[in-house]
């Protein structure tokens, strides 16, 4: 008799169940003694009010609505080791269900600030931070360029460039910090100022992407990893090192001065806009807008170096420093008995003339 290769199959499977429960690990996650932490998050600058957001930590099993909600914190500032006030609930972040507290005194430069967060059934949580001496800006030279292909890989221009050219400006800066005899960090970036086009109001202004690869103190800001490249689809773009901002330090400066040496590229502001004509149908017109450009070139304190080193993320945005956190997480945290990151910063700005579009303009 002939047995079917079909009638071994429940033979196979029968197996393989057998081979999968032995290779079962059963893990027990306590959660009866999971005590949750004050998560606190600030950037301070000069002449800034202080605003602190603060929520919960949570288990990543919590599936509960406003999870990381915090009610009844008190917030105490101290300032220079002296007790200042009560920081005030102001609002509630509904994008990151944070409670915004606010100072009603200006941190000045040098101020050691100290912020103590408490509520009941939470252990104290603190952060201290000292605001920096803004950086100097001494002069700033620059040259325009032109080339085929666009500098920045990483970055899809925002205007149609098929068939032109690039244009790009060199911009060299000559800068020097505060304290010359101390490991300094620095952020770089640089924006679109579209709030001075005045015959398009309420335009968004946009970060420009930074070309680094010319001047060497920029290497520490260089990221380059196995997640890097798959993200940015291996070898094609491997070794690709533009963003939209730069982290450095000041172990190349010599006599507390060093010029940096970057470029910049689709600086030009593409618009749209619909005029009527002849029979009162919109035409479709496309501007190309010059507006200035604005460098910020910004001391960060030892507390946010590491948070930007890992995050690159924006000085001027503190609204999006906040992170909702649940536990077990690895991040960086400088908050004593708690989570997050409470920094400062200290920027100063250059202001840079763009020439006019030297292309005609898209006419329909």
Not at 90 to 103: C, F, G, N, Q
Not at 197 to 208: A, K, V
Not at 314 to 332: G, K
Not at 349 to 358: Q, V
């Amino acid at each position: 008799m002939i047995q079917s290769k079909y009638n071994k199959y429940p033979l196979l499977l029968l197996a393989f169940l057998l081979l999968t429960a032995a290779c079962e690990k059963v893990i027990t996650l306590d959660t009866e003694k999971y005590v949750p932490k004050i998560v606190m998050n600030g950037i301070l600058s000069p002449d800034s009010l202080i605003e602190i957001k603060v929520s919960k930590s949570f288990l990543y099993t919590d599936t509960t609505p406003n999870r990381n909600l915090m009610e009844g914190a008190s917030l105490t500032l101290f300032v220079n080791n002296v007790e200042v006030e009560k920081l005030q609930k102001v609002r509630v972040d509904t994008t990151s269900l944070a409670s915004v507290y606010r100072s009603t005194v200006y941190p000045k430069v040098g101020d050691r600030v100290r912020v103590e967060a408490s509520a009941a059934g939470y252990p104290t949580a603190w952060a201290e931070t000292t605001v920096p001496v803004p950086p100097v800006i001494h002069s700033v030279d620059t040259a325009t360029f032109i080339t085929e292909r666009s500098i920045i890989k990483n970055n899809p221009p925002t205007s149609p460039t098929e068939g032109k050219v690039f244009q790009n400006m060199r911009i060299k800066m000559e800068v020097s910090g505060s304290a010359p005899n101390l490991n300094q960090h620095f952020l770089l970036q640089a924006r679109i100022m579209t709030e001075e086009i005045e015959e398009h109001p309420n335009l968004p202004t946009r970060y420009l992407y930074i070309y680094t690869d010319d001047d060497p103190i920029f290497e520490e800001s260089h990221r380059h990893s196995l997640v890097e490249d798959v993200i940015t689809e291996g070898a094609e773009l491997k070794g690709v090192r533009q963003y939209d901002s730069a982290l450095f330090s000041n172990k190349r400066f010599r006599d507390n001065r060093y010029t940096l040496d970057f470029s910049v590229t689709d600086f030009y502001y593409y618009h749209i806009t619909y005029e009527e004509r002849g029979w009162g149908l919109p035409v479709k017109k496309e501007l190309f807008l010059n507006p200035p450009i604005e460098v910020l070139f910004t001391a960060v304190s030892p507390e946010l170096y590491p948070y930007y080193k890992r995050r690159n993320d924006d000085p001027d945005s503190d609204r999006e420093s906040i992170q909702t956190i649940s536990e077990p997480e690895l991040t960086y945290s400088n908050v004593q008995n708690g989570i997050g990151v409470v920094g400062a910063i200290a920027p100063t700005k250059a202001r840079i003339e763009t020439p006019p579009w030297s292309f005609e303009e898209i006419e329909p």
